[in-house]
């Protein structure tokens, strides 16, 4: 079980608490750098409950709080867009550190099983 | 977006709603001194009602001849006034001279008591008279049978006996005749001083009651306004005060307010920004720029999707306030329990 305790900062690199929706995002993203409407479109191919855009925004603020995400701004989209950008998101060391526990001890409860 | 863009954009934004706003509550305030209006304004017009006040007056037997005579003046210069031509002319007809007609009844009353009293004296009388020819008849008969007793006065009594009935049969007859008269007499006397009291008072109250249905009849036919008497000419003239100023206080709120609010209808509408941005633009003012981008690349996906306009709309408006509430409200509440976590752009 990774550590539970509450990230006060990334610099001792310690895995994070990551909730399901967490360790689904951080997923999605591991080794590939998307956007919100293509991380939406990743998790809703055969999610029963179907999330939307007010649901991932939250998500990704927290995981780039914790230092589990990290971003930057792509081109813009159009000019009918009115020239806003879109930011691309990719899985940080600590990130893909945090869901590797978190999928060790899945699978460790599995094996117990 | 630069940031001094979005602060002019929230600014414009800002001040729309305050005029809105202020707009709304200044309407608000109108409406209601409308309503104030509309319940103070005056049902007839002051005429109208100086007219019931100089009837009231004249109708009434207890006020003064000074008021009267002002009543009628005023009835008078109104009604030339309005052209009220049978009103004009009531208060000279002779029928108004109620003072007599009252004495004329005060007298028939106490006639009528005198007569009561004398037909009262006549009755006492007339019943004393019949007591005593009772008593004389009663005595006779005594004697008759003392005689018929005395069977020696047999013949002397039977004669007297005859006598005196027949002496008792025409007094007895004229008594009750005399008295069958005097009866006639009295009650043909009270009928006549009955008759002639409810008359006078019919008279007193004919002649009210007529002067004030003439004057009501010709307002209505003419003008179309009711004559107001009794208890609501005392409501309207005790509150007419305070309904003049109250009215007033209304019409000088409602147009100072309708003044405003017309002043903040034109200043809102002209009031625009100096940027020509487009609709994203602004709204990129209110959410962070991705999710702008992440909207418009979902439109265009919808679109294409040959979704219809009013569909694409609402799953757009629906999207941007799900957005709204997630951007300021839930992610400010759980940044208060996040580290700050700037260094997470990647070009750092």
Known sequence: MPSLKKNSGNKNNKPVRVSAIDEDVLTVLLGRELYGLEILDQLNLERPNQLKFGSLYPVLNRLDKKGLVEWKWGDQVDTSSGGARRKYYKVTGLGAKSLKAVQDYRVSLAYRA | ?348
């Open chain 2, 1 to 348: 977006m630069e940031k001094e863009i979005k602060y002019k954009i929230r600014n414009l934004w800002r001040d729309r709603l305050l005029m809105s706003v202020a707009s709304l509550v200044v309407l608000g305030f109108s409406g209601q001194q409308l309503r104030t209006l509309l319940a103070h304004r005056a049902i007839q017009p002051a005429w109208v009602l100086e007219l019931s006040q100089a009837v009231r007056i004249l109708a009434t037997d207890s006020k003064s001849s000074q008021e009267q005579e002002y009543a009628i003046s005023e009835l008078q210069r109104i009604s030339q006034a309005r052209d009220l031509q049978i009103t004009m002319l009531l208060p000279h007809l002779p029928w108004k001279n109620l003072k007599q007609q009252v004495e004329r009844v005060q007298n028939w009353k106490l006639h009528q008591e005198l007569a009561r009293a004398h037909a009262r004296v006549l009755v006492l009388e007339r019943v004393q008279a019949l007591e005593l020819a009772q008593k004389q008849r009663q005595s006779n008969q005594e004697k008759t049978r003392f005689l018929v007793i005395k069977r020696d006065r047999a013949l002397a009594l039977e004669r007297a006996l005859a006598l005196a009935l027949a002496r008792n049969k025409p007094l007895n007859q004229n008594l009750e005749l005399e008295l069958a008269q005097d009866l006639a007499l009295v009650l043909d006397h009270n009928r006549d001083a009955d008759k002639a009291l409810i008359q006078g008072l019919e008279i007193k109250l004919v002649n009210n009651t007529l002067f004030v249905f003439i004057i009501a009849a010709e307002l209505e036919q003419t003008h179309g306004f009711i004559l107001q008497q009794g208890n609501n000419l005392e409501d309207l003239l005790s509150s007419e005060p305070n309904r003049a100023r109250v009215l007033i206080k209304s019409i000088l709120l409602l147009s100072s307010s309708l003044l405003i609010l017309i002043s903040l209808l034109v200043l809102l509408a002209n009031y625009k920004s100096p940027l020509k941005l487009s609709r994203t633009a602004h709204l990129m003012a209110f959410l962070p720029e991705e999710a702008m981008a992440e909207l418009c690349c979902l439109k265009q996906r919808l679109q294409q999707g040959k979704m219809s306009p009013w569909e694409i709309r609402k799953r757009l408006t629906h999207e941007f306030l799900i957005l709204f509430f997630a951007y300021y409200i839930q992610v400010q509440l759980e940044n208060l329990f996040l580290p700050s976590g700037d260094h997470n752009h990647i070009d750092d």
